[in-house]
């Protein structure tokens, strides 16, 4: 039998500005991938990692971040990003509301000032670290 393996949100990308890291990717899985930047796998290892756990995958570690972290200034140091989904309830033509995930972006700040049973609330997913390539050089 062979065991099938959840790869989606398991990616990274880059532009000009930024690095895009998705958020089912483990800390310790960012330590070995070669895909990602040097500079951001250094982050990790030096400022990341002490504060939390190996096991974790970037989307825990986001959505239980506490606001008065020594991380979250980290984080607000490379200007980072965070791309969530969200039920939300919409209106159709006829009237009628249905609920349906909408696409945020959050900073670090306001992910962090949300408690995690509002966040629960909100049906929160965490999909995608958004982190600056010039604020990265300033670490």
Same mark, same amino acid.
């Given at each position: *039998? ?8 398991? +990616?990274? @990308?880059?532009?000009? =500005?930024? &690095?895009?890291?998705?958020?089912? +990717?483990?800390?310790?899985?960012? *330590?070995?991938?070669?895909?990602i930047t040097f500079k ?7 400022y990341i990692l002490p ?13 239980? &971040?506490?606001?008065? =972290? ?23 033509? #006829? ?5 349906? +995930?909408? #696409?945020?972006?959050? #900073?670090?700040?306001?992910? #962090?000032? @949300? ?20 604020? @990265?050089? =300033?670490?």
């Amino acid at each position: *039998m062979n065991k099938t393996v959840y790869e989606d949100h398991k +990616y990274s @990308m880059q532009d000009v =500005s930024s &690095l895009y890291v998705g958020a089912k +990717y483990t800390l310790g899985e960012l *330590m070995a991938a070669e895909d990602i930047t040097f500079k951001f796998r250094l982050i990790v290892e030096r400022y990341i990692l002490p504060k939390a756990d190996v096991e974790d995958t970037l989307e825990t570690h986001l959505y239980y &971040l506490e606001s008065d =972290s020594f991380l979250v200034q980290i984080y607000k140091q490379l200007k980072a990003r965070i791309k969530v989904n969200v039920i939300e309830d919409k209106r159709t033509i #006829t009237g009628k509301t249905k609920r349906e +995930y909408t #696409t945020q972006t959050y #900073t670090i700040e306001q992910l #962090t000032a @949300m408690p995690p049973a509002e966040k629960e609330k909100k049906g929160l997913v965490v999909q995608e670290l958004k982190v600056s390539k010039l604020a @990265m050089l =300033s670490l």
